[in-house]
């Protein structure tokens, strides 16, 4: 029931967006996913899978979990300047 639930919840989110065919890019559902925070142990426990998951769908052939943290503040700094 755990992994279904965190599974889930990765996935979906209150102002996820759907997607068809002819509007599903890879970028556009990997960025649907959500990073939830399940405290620094779970976190860490988990090499950062649900508080890094993002990148981890966007980067999953170039970013090894034990780099998923890092990866992700450098996104979140990263779009932020873009703003």
């Known amino acids: ?3 279904f639930m965190v599974t ?17 890019t890879f970028e556009r559902g990997a960025f649907e996913t ?3 925070d ?3 142990w779970i976190n860490r426990m988990s090499h950062h899978m649900m508080d890094g998951h993002v990148i981890h769908h ?3 052939e170039k970013v090894p979990h034990y780099r998923l943290e ?9 779009m932020e300047q873009r703003d």
Request: aromatic share 22%; proline share 0%.
């Open 38 to 40: 399940y405290g620094t």
């Open 1 to 3: 029931f755990w992994l």
């Open 34 to 36: 959500v990073d939830r």
């Open 8 to 24: 889930y919840l990765q996935h979906h989110s209150d102002d996820g967006k759907l997607y068809t065919d002819d509007t599903y």
């Open 58 to 60: 966007l980067f999953f």
């Open 70 to 78: 890092d990866a992700t503040k450098a996104l979140v700094t990263g």
